[in-house]
């Protein structure tokens, strides 16, 4: 080992001037293609498998776009989109919201239990989805009980009870992206405008909130994403009649998997590919 | 109401935790004044600007401006404005939107607003530059427009931190004149912050020199060079060979001096000083004097004449630098001008040639510290 990995670095020193094989460029360069192969060949079949004229969706025989065209006749499907792209949305508005003044509050000020709170923040990252996922149920049946016995209203979970959990863990995404771009943002812009007399709120809506706002996008973005694919807190904390499409995609494939689910499975992963670029691509330093 | 004093800062103290970054600071600058804090980094100058700004608070004392009182006046109520180190111009604006936003701040119509950008911008010459956005813009050219994003507000002062200290040579020289220039055109006074001290030189009608939170003199550019009240002064702006040594004999602004190594030197003082006190002698090195062993020279008949022997000759073009040792074994630091003809190819000097150091009673300075 020690040998092979001194000999890799000295010819990589010399490629230039010497020969150009290296043995330990090489063996990089085969563990980087499969290591890539692995990551997208099942999505590759997946795709290509969504376009396929088998019923079973076992064999490639032939071209179609007819799943596709499934899809939009299939009402729980088209539903449980509905509700999904509505929870995300609204997720995602409400915690990019608290989740930038967040930031903002831990990045500008110095106050008791700071770090206390910097590290809860990271929690819901950190904590496995299903014991977050747990937690959630049980915090809503207990304040269902709490308000049933207040008020006598009985409420169930439903959309409401999914978007309250996505807002919950997506505020500690936005927070880390946000202030990410916040750390970037130089202090004497402020004081700029505040030298050329604009007052707090002045500055904040001129100055800061445009220059940071590629990290605002970014974070909602990214907020979206994981609230469009996520699964599990979805599925414990949803009510009966209400549908999610990963939700929705689990119950048709115990069933059967048919190319259907390849078509939806697709689509969701290029509306996903598509935000995480757009986020990425906003977030861009300008030069 | 105005008794032409621009800024006063009465006994002004600014603690960070146990350490005063600014240390019982009192001055006064004049209106239409081109004043600079000169100072090492850490020495507070950067702090007190950011005080009259308004970005820090004093601690204690009082900050006054044009006569009225400062107290805790946010930045955007004090008739100041800034030019930053960093340019600090906002990358998301254009060149006028970035000059105009001062204006809009005090709600200036619209048509006075293009009016009085256009003609800062002519003012820092860069009539054609705004629509561009900061980034398209050298770095000197980035500076003229955070000159014009401050002076557009006609405020009473211009502060400027460090304004220069990102440029290169060249465009720093020529950033000075622009400056001055500016100054003088509108009468404006300025506070330069600045640890340069030949651009605090150039420029600066006075200087305040500063070291570890005080202001240790307040002078004109000759005042402070010529007559250093310290030796940290002295050493800080130019240079200077300093001799330690004991008072002898004292005679009102004169008096003689027994240096550590034996050596008598008759020096001059602007307060006077007791016998036995030890002091610290000042001796610039283009005020010191080289002459040969045998030459018929008047410099001879200098009160301080000591034989010496050339160390050490550096030719750097427009001088000749010359390190001699004295018999004590002293070494004293001498700097020539290169008066010479161009056709004449040997050099004054040779080390190991022996030669007659001297300097004048009245630039042998006594320090007291």
């Known amino acids: 080992m020690i040998d092979l990995s001194q000999t890799s670095s000295q010819t990589a020193q010399k490629s230039s001037t010497r020969k150009p094989f290296s043995l330990g460029k090489t063996t990089l360069t085969v563990v980087s293609v499969l290591t890539y192969m692995f990551l997208y060949i099942p999505i590759i079949i997946l795709v290509l498998y969504s376009f396929t004229t088998d019923a079973f969706g076992a064999r490639l025989t032939g071209f179609t776009l007819s799943w596709y065209e499934q899809l939009w006749r299939d009402q729980r499907l088209m539903g449980a989109t509905l509700n999904t792209l509505y929870v995300a949305f609204v997720s995602m508005i409400v915690s990019t919201i608290i989740g930038t003044m967040t930031a903002l509050a831990l990045e500008r000020f110095r106050f008791r239990g700071r770090a206390v709170y910097d590290a809860f923040l990271y929690l819901p990252v950190v904590i496995p989805e299903i014991v977050m996922a747990l937690s959630l149920l049980a915090f809503f049946s207990f304040a269902f009980n709490l308000i049933r016995q207040l008020t006598g209203i009985q409420l169930r979970n439903g959309l409401a009870t999914v978007i309250i959990s996505h807002i919950a863990f997506s505020i500690s995404f936005v927070v880390i992206v946000v202030r990410a771009s916040l750390r970037g943002f130089d202090q004497r812009m402020e004081e700029a405008a505040y030298d050329l007399g604009a007052n707090s709120w002045q500055t904040f809506w001129r100055i800061t909130f445009p220059l940071i706002l590629p990290g605002i996008i970014g974070g909602g973005l990214l907020a979206f994403t994981i609230s469009l694919d996520d699964f599990i807190i979805s599925f414990f904390t949803t009510g009966p009649g209400t549908s999610l499409l990963p939700v929705e995609v689990y119950s048709q494939v115990k069933r059967a998997v048919t190319p259907k689910i390849n078509a939806i499975s697709t689509l969701m992963l290029a509306v996903s590919m598509t935000l995480v670029v757009l986020s990425q691509v906003v977030q861009r330093p300008r030069t | 109401m105005n008794d032409g004093i621009a800024i006063e800062l009465d006994d002004i103290v600014k603690s960070f935790g146990d350490v005063n970054a600014v240390d019982h600071v009192s001055m006064q600058i004049r209106d239409g004044e081109f004043f600079s804090m000169l100072g090492p980094s850490g020495c507070g100058k950067t702090t007190t600007l950011r005080m009259i700004a308004g970005f820090e608070f004093p601690t204690s004392g009082r900050l006054k401006i044009h006569g009225k009182e400062m107290g805790n006046t946010p930045p955007y109520r004090r008739p100041v404005n800034t030019v930053f180190q960093s340019y600090a111009l906002f990358p998301h604006m254009t060149v006028a939107q970035n000059v105009a936003f001062g204006l809009e701040m005090k709600r200036v119509p619209k048509e006075q607003i293009k009016e009085r950008v256009q003609k800062a911008l002519e003012l820092v010459r860069l009539p054609t530059f705004g629509d561009r956005y900061p980034r398209q813009m050298s ?9 014009a994003r401050a002076l557009v507000n006609e405020p009473e002062v211009l502060l400027l931190d460090e304004p220069l200290g990102a440029l290169d040579q060249k465009l720093r020289k020529e950033m000075q004149f622009e400056l001055k220039r500016i100054q003088e055109e509108l009468g404006i006074t300025f506070i330069f912050v600045t640890h340069d001290q030949e651009e605090a030189l150039t420029m600066s009608d006075r200087i305040a020199v500063m070291n570890a939170g005080r ?62 006190s030890s002091v610290v002698l000042s001796l610039r090195p283009e005020k010191a004097r080289l002459s040969t062993v045998n030459g018929n020279n008047s410099q001879k008949h200098e009160a301080n004449t000591f034989p010496a022997k050339v160390e050490r000759v550096s030719y750097i073009g427009s001088d000749t630098r010359i390190i001699v040792r004295l018999a004590s074994g002293r070494t004293i630091d001498v700097w020539e001008q290169n008066t010479r003809s161009t056709l004449d190819r040997d050099a004054y000097w040779q080390p190991g040639e022996a030669a007659i150091l001297s300097c004048s009673v009245e630039n042998a300075l006594i320090l007291t510290s």
């Open chain 2, 139 to 147: 770095g000197g050219q980035q500076q003229r427009v955070a000159l």
């Open chain 2, 215 to 276: 202001v240790l003199q307040i002078g004109t550019p000759t005042e402070i060079y010529e007559r250093p009240n310290c030796r940290f002064v002295a050493d800080f702006i130019g240079e200077s060979n300093f001799i330690e040594g004991t008072v002898r004999a004292s005679n009102g602004q004169y008096a003689t001096i027994e240096t550590s190594d034996g050596l008598e030197m008759q020096g001059y003082t602007e307060q006077p000083v007791s016998v036995g």
